[in-house]
């Protein structure tokens, strides 16, 4: 007990090392230090949600339609201000609770109720390649089937996953719509991430970063750009999704669409009947 006590203890320094990082550059200690360590971690977390929502979407919006305007997106496709502030709205109002997920695997973790490792030479390199491969697989599988289903039952997606879908036009997408979601539709779709720390080993940093990278893949998704690189679900695959309503569910990848039978080419007639 006290070996498994003193291994859990890595993920708590982890977690106090980045609270530190973070709200320790940012904020006066008599701000954060004074919370609940629980708090710390959400506040952290929403944080750091904020940034690589706002910093890599604003870059990015900039690069697309002003300093290569007509280059990428032609000048009739940019998306409104009106439609990028909507979809920034959305995504605020869902933000403070998608930051609770990783919150709440970090409790967890730090509990010793998931099957985390806290360092990579704890497995060896092989092992922990294959962790994260394996890793990713589920995910992939577990966010393909979560989405397809938000789409399949009508309740939830008339509830729920239609609030992302009211953006279904070249210039109505933009980045900032990747996390313009009802929030609980948002947390669903991120929840196999969370299911996999408790169905196999996993390297919980690494865990935390393919999760808070996938919010940044989420903007390049929607970006409309269709740059193809199989088996990469980019954006040409994605924006098809929101035209078409039933095909490229895949968040990473293609392979899931392949595999089901739902996968259609960005080519993909964009009047195709919904």
Same mark, same amino acid.
């Given at each position: ?6 291994? %859990? ?8 090392? /980045?609270?530190?990082? %973070? ?22 977390? $929403?944080?750091?949600?904020? !940034? ?11 690069? %697309?339609? @002003? ?10 496709? !940019? ?8 979809q920034i709205q959305i995504a605020m109002r869902g933000l403070p609770w998608y930051a609770l997920l990783p919150t709440v695997e970090e409790y967890v973790t730090e509990g010793g109720w998931t099957r985390c490792f806290a360092r990579v030479h704890h497995v060896g390199?092989?092992? $922990? ?14 966010? $393909? ?65 393919? %999760? ?19 088996? !990469?679900?980019?954006?040409? /695959? ?10 490229? @569910?895949?968040?990473?990848? !293609? ?20």
């Amino acid at each position: 007990m006290d070996n498994q006590s003193g291994y %859990l203890q890595l993920f708590t320094a982890d977690g106090d090392f /980045y609270n530190r990082l %973070l709200l320790g550059t940012l904020m006066p200690e008599r701000l954060w230090v004074p919370l609940p360590r629980f708090f710390q971690t959400w506040l952290r977390n $929403y944080i750091g949600g904020l !940034i690589m929502y706002f910093t890599p979407n604003f870059l990015w919006c900039f690069y %697309l339609y @002003y300093l290569k305007i007509n280059v990428y997106v032609p000048k009739d496709g !940019i998306p409104s201000r009106k439609a990028m502030v909507k979809q920034i709205q959305i995504a605020m109002r869902g933000l403070p609770w998608y930051a609770l997920l990783p919150t709440v695997e970090e409790y967890v973790t730090e509990g010793g109720w998931t099957r985390c490792f806290a360092r990579v030479h704890h497995v060896g390199w092989l092992h $922990y390649v294959f962790y994260v491969a394996l890793y990713l697989i589920l995910v992939e599988f577990g966010i $393909y089937w979560m989405h397809k289903l938000l789409h399949d039952i009508k309740p939830l997606y008339n509830h729920l996953h239609a609030t992302h879908h009211i953006y279904n036009k070249h210039n109505s997408l933009s980045p900032f719509a990747g996390l313009a979601f009802h929030p609980l539709d948002g947390i669903l779709q991120a929840l196999p991430h969370s299911m996999a720390l408790f169905i196999m080993p996993m390297h919980f940093t690494t865990h935390l970063v393919i %999760l808070f990278m996938g919010g940044i893949w989420t903007a390049n998704i929607h970006d409309c750009i269709n740059a193809k690189f199989w088996p !990469i679900m980019g954006s040409g /695959y994605h924006t098809v999704h929101h035209v078409t309503y039933r095909h490229n @569910y895949g968040h990473f990848t !293609i392979w899931m669409d392949w595999m089901f039978g739902t996968l259609a080419e960005p080519d993909v007639d964009d009047k195709e009947d919904d």
